[in-house]
């Protein structure tokens, strides 16, 4: 009997703590969702508190962390550098072959008195908006009349041309990539200089249609600008020929996608004053030369004016009229 109650009292007393505790935690819920803003705001607190330990926490953790993601990078620094060191290498080459060029095209230009090209102005514009339509392709410049752009300009980019200006207003104007269907360059084709249009089709790669059938070129060409029409400039880099199937197109250096700053190029040439007409003789058109113009007039002297003659003296004779000269 004392064995029972020992065992029930036991029972009683191991369930009560467990008891308080269920209660315990349905009052605590029911706190927590009528007073959820109190637990934000102690939650808040707690976190501006514990922020300057964190922040200080973190500093070296993130050095670690550094450190730990450059090890791999560490053993690619080496060859990296050397690659850099041959590159910078061969263009130091280069830059000195074009040095003796730059001199010897000079040299020559002035041994045949050649037509210095013209000089361009450019018009530094930013990329404010982009409109990929299925047909256009188009981008918007910050750069207007009041700036200098005029429609057909060329707009290039650090890398290439990227197209070129269809409309301007007074403060923006839209361009027309060499992507977009309605654009049609004409191109140049190196080495060879063989005649070429840029068609574009709205692809990341515009066609190339040659102008002269037996024209011949192979992928891995250059392709510039041709400056047929006076409105582009020559020589300015568009991109490289490739295959496509029976026929070629121009892997575009710039992309257009990616060009936030461009250059507006100004090759407008100024009016030139016709030459003033020649004084041909009249004989060489077949006609009678014509007749001399009379002389002008001598205006007739005054008497006031008309100059005073003077008359020459004359020595007086030493012999006398009919004298007998002296023996």
Same mark, same amino acid.
């Given at each position: 009997?004392?064995?029972?109650?020992?065992?029930?009292?036991?029972?009683?007393?191991?369930?009560?703590?467990?008891?308080?505790?269920?209660?315990?935690?349905?009052?605590?819920?029911?706190?927590?969702?009528?007073?959820?803003?109190?637990?934000?705001?102690?939650?808040?607190?707690?976190?501006?508190?514990?922020?300057?330990?964190?922040?200080?926490?973190?500093?070296?953790?993130?050095?670690?962390?550094?450190?730990?993601?450059?090890?791999?990078?560490?053993?690619?620094?080496?060859?990296?550098?050397?690659?850099?060191?041959?590159?910078?290498?061969?263009?130091?080459?280069?830059?000195?072959?074009?040095?003796?060029?730059?001199?010897?095209?000079?040299?020559?230009?002035?041994?045949?008195?050649?037509?210095?090209?013209?000089?361009?102005?450019?018009?530094?514009?930013?990329?404010?908006?982009?409109?990929?339509?299925p047909f256009l392709r188009t981008m918007i410049l910050d750069a207007g009349t009041q700036d200098g752009a005029k429609a057909g300009q060329a707009v290039m980019d650090e890398k290439g041309m990227i197209g070129r200006l269809y409309l301007t207003g007074k403060h923006t104007s839209w361009v027309i990539l060499l992507t977009d269907i309605?654009?049609?360059?004409?191109?140049?084709?190196?080495?060879?200089?063989?005649?070429?249009?840029?068609?574009?089709?709205?692809?990341?790669?515009?066609?190339?249609?040659?102008?002269?059938?037996?024209?011949?070129?192979?992928?891995?060409?250059?392709?510039?600008?041709?400056?047929?029409?006076?409105?582009?400039?020559?020589?300015?880099?568009?991109?490289?020929?490739?295959?496509?199937?029976?026929?070629?197109?121009?892997?575009?250096?710039?992309?257009?996608?990616?060009?936030?700053?461009?250059?507006?190029?100004?090759?407008?040439?100024? /009016?030139?004053?016709? #030459?003033?007409?020649?004084?041909? %003789? @009249?004989? &060489?058109?077949? !006609? $009678?030369?014509? +007749?001399? /113009?009379?002389?002008? #007039?001598?205006?007739?002297?005054? %008497? @006031?004016? &008309?100059?005073? !003659? $003077?008359?020459? +003296?004359?020595?007086?004779?030493?012999?006398?009229?009919?004298?007998?000269?002296?023996?």
């Amino acid at each position: 009997m004392a064995n029972g109650t020992w065992k029930i009292a036991r029972r009683g007393n191991a369930q009560l703590p467990l008891v308080i505790v269920l209660a315990l935690a349905v009052v605590l819920v029911l706190v927590g969702k009528a007073q959820s803003g109190l637990f934000d705001t102690a939650r808040v607190k707690i976190t501006d508190a514990m922020a300057p330990l964190l922040e200080d926490v973190r500093v070296p953790l993130d050095g670690i962390e550094r450190w730990a993601g450059s090890i791999g990078e560490i053993f690619s620094v080496y060859s990296e550098n050397l690659r850099l060191k041959d590159e910078n290498a061969r263009l130091r080459q280069w830059r000195n072959t074009s040095v003796v060029l730059e001199g010897r095209v000079t040299h020559y230009e002035a041994l045949l008195h050649a037509v210095p090209d013209q000089k361009l102005a450019a018009v530094l514009a930013r990329v404010v908006g982009r409109a990929n339509h299925p047909f256009l392709r188009t981008m918007i410049l910050d750069a207007g009349t009041q700036d200098g752009a005029k429609a057909g300009q060329a707009v290039m980019d650090e890398k290439g041309m990227i197209g070129r200006l269809y409309l301007t207003g007074k403060h923006t104007s839209w361009v027309i990539l060499l992507t977009d269907i309605n654009s049609r360059v004409p191109v140049t084709v190196a080495p060879g200089s063989v005649q070429a249009i840029l068609d574009g089709d709205n692809s990341a790669a515009p066609k190339l249609d040659m102008v002269l059938s037996t024209a011949t070129v192979k992928p891995g060409d250059q392709v510039v600008s041709s400056g047929d029409g006076g409105l582009v400039p020559p020589g300015l880099p568009i991109g490289t020929v490739v295959q496509d199937g029976a026929g070629f197109r121009v892997a575009l250096l710039a992309d257009a996608t990616q060009s936030e700053s461009v250059e507006i190029l100004n090759f407008a040439r100024a /009016p030139e004053a016709p #030459p003033a007409t020649p004084q041909l %003789p @009249a004989e &060489a058109a077949g !006609l $009678k030369p014509l +007749a001399p /113009p009379p002389p002008a #007039p001598i205006p007739a002297s005054t %008497p @006031a004016t &008309a100059p005073k !003659l $003077k008359m020459p +003296a004359i020595a007086p004779t030493t012999a006398a009229a009919g004298g007998s000269s002296p023996e």
